[in-house]
């Protein structure tokens, strides 16, 4: 069964540091495109980060960029999202993706879509910044 699960979020006060997981389960995610997206209440979903499938490069929305880290650990099928110098503005729940396009990153981030998505949205992770 295909499957992303997401993990790792909670309360957290600003300036401080949390580390999303994402666990794929049913396939290979080195094959993959990967990408973290968010959304915050009474938003749209937004594409945070994303790793390409070709030459692993990296891309990031402006308002994470140096801030975030997304990687993947391909033995154990899992993708990461670091995140430090948090912002209440960065309360959302963070929802991970995998997509086999090979453009998939190629577009600005924020404005990132599915275009052959490996399965389908999970619960997602609920990160909460806040004093």
């Known amino acids: 069964q295909v499957q992303l699960v997401e993990s790792g979020g909670g309360l957290v006060q600003p300036g401080g540091s949390l580390r999303l997981s994402c666990a794929a389960s049913?396939?290979?995610?080195?094959?993959?495109?990967v990408a973290w997206f968010r959304q915050a209440p009474g938003k749209e979903r937004e594409g945070v980060s994303c790793i390409n499938s070709t030459d692993g490069s990296t891309y990031y929305a402006d308002s994470v960029k140096g801030r975030f880290t997304i990687s993947r650990d391909n033995a154990k099928n899992t993708m990461y999202l670091q995140m430090n110098s948090l912002k209440p503005e960065d309360t959302a729940v963070y929802y991970c993706?995998?997509?086999?396009?090979?453009?998939?990153?190629?577009?600005?981030?924020?404005?990132?879509?599915?275009?052959?998505?490996?399965?389908?949205w999970g619960q997602g992770t609920q990160v909460t910044v806040s004093s």
């Open positions: 993706a995998a997509d086999a396009h090979p453009l998939f990153c190629a577009r600005r981030i924020p404005t990132l879509q599915p275009l052959q998505p490996k399965g389908s």
């Open positions: 049913g396939f290979t995610l080195a094959y993959y495109a």
